[in-house]
């Protein structure tokens, strides 16, 4: 079940997608007419199947052909996952920032960080510097940093 959080902001509509994306999403219905862009803040997406791969393709590639200009923002997990996979699975869309898990080497915390894809390229893909909230913890990153990242090298 997906539920969506609608924000109208000076650019355009900022939706917030939360929980799965599966063959019962109306993304048309759910959105509804489109002023300006459209930013789409993937944080709370836990899960998408592939019927609702192939629905979120079929409604970002009308966007794409209607000129409307898209940018992802806070893409979780699952959407990181598609984007290796597929590579077109942003549609022409901007993918702006993504979210990093890390865990913390001391206290077993596990976080994530939204990082800029802008600042990973221009550091060449590097995992940035995350830091566990409790002073003197420490944070490694938990994942394959070359799968991770994979959908954004050239
Ligand atoms: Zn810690």
């Known amino acids: 079940m997906l539920s969506i959080h609608k924000q109208q902001t000076k650019e355009g509509l900022l939706i917030e997608l939360s929980g799965t994306i599966e063959e019962n999403v109306q993304f048309e219905q759910l959105v509804g007419p489109i002023q ?30 209607q000129g409307v200009r898209v940018k992802f923002i806070e893409c979780a997990y699952p959407i990181i996952e598609q984007l290796n996979m597929i590579s077109n699975f942003a549609c022409g869309g901007e993918v702006v920032s993504i979210l990093l898990p890390f865990s913390c080497v001391a206290c077993q915390n596990e976080f994530v960080a939204n990082c ?32 991770y990242f994979y959908f954004l090298e050239d």
């Open 36 to 65: 300006g862009e459209l930013t789409v803040k993937c944080r709370a997406v836990t899960r998408i199947n592939s019927v609702g791969v192939k629905t979120w393709m079929k409604y970002f590639q009308a966007l794409k052909a």
């Open 116 to 147: 800029k894809t802008s600042e990973l390229k221009a550091s060449g893909l590097q995992v940035p510097k995350a830091k566990c909230e409790k002073e003197n913890c420490g944070a490694q990153f938990d994942d394959d940093p070359e799968e």
